[in-house]
């Protein structure tokens, strides 16, 4: 068996999708299902199911990820203590942020960031694809819902409010909604079926059910792009939609905003470097997001 594998399995296991973990592990999705058809033939047993929604464990598969998720975290705790220094502000520090969030707004401040203190390295990954709470994949984690179990130190740092949003180049060819199920009548960006489970696609179904996206993206860069260039309706956080001059829907529409949650891994919080990187995003999250305010701190445990 190649370790390897584990994380193969690990990403398909919570991404519920080969598209999912294709993206969130920079490979192509025939590249994880032929991982996962090699773990499934050296273990001799089936991982997966392959539904019309996505992947779904098997009870044999329920019953390995535990420890699966174990056995990765100690491979990556192993690799790190004895590769780096734990006593200075020098070492590898792991980000996972969403991505627009990660683009648009950690990016703005880091190269200063980097200029003070050039021995840490910075590792950014952005995505939509949550990392495994259970795992050690990140030491700091930035998330629009909050988790409910992982070794991590929590706080709500902000707020995001979302609305629907379109190029005036559109709403010039096709006018905009009056009513929720005007909706039906328009070109909808979204999201594919894979990803339905994230709030953003819930929230549209919920105010407009029925409605299917014209043009399905896995992206929020994705998303905004095609917006920008009249390609329809198109669910957005504000800080990105109004700066590219993009129309809010008038439409009266439920409000759809989400909090904004920083966790710290139990391993590396006391860690000099962390606790440097992690303050330096505090500080920038709630500049940019000043109306969430801040919560105190909360410790995540169990699995």
Known sequence: MDWNDLKFFLAVAHGR???????????SASTVSRRIETLEHALQVKLFQSRR???ELTEAGLNLLPSAERAAAQMRFFERTASESNDDLAGHVRIDAPELLGQDVLLATMAQFMEMYP????????????VQLTSEEADIIIRLV?????SYRIRKVAEICFGLYASPAYVERHGAPNHPEDLHRHKIVGWPADLRYLTMASWLESVCPGVQPSLQLTSFSAQLSAARNGAGWTILPDFVAIPSGLLPAPVELPRFASDLWL????????????KLVRDHLVQTLRK???????QPVKTLTGV
């Open 119 to 130: 021995g840490i390295r910075v590792e950014l990954r952005s995505s939509v694809v949550p």
């Open 53 to 55: 929604d996505g992947y």
């Open 288 to 294: 940019t997001f000043a109306r969430g305010g801040e």
């Open 17 to 27: 999708s080969l598209t999912a973990a294709a993206s969130y592990l920079k490979v």
């Open 146 to 150: 909050r988790p409910d179990h992982g």
């Open 263 to 274: 966790l710290t891994h139990e391993h590396s919080q006391l860690l000099p470097r962390v």
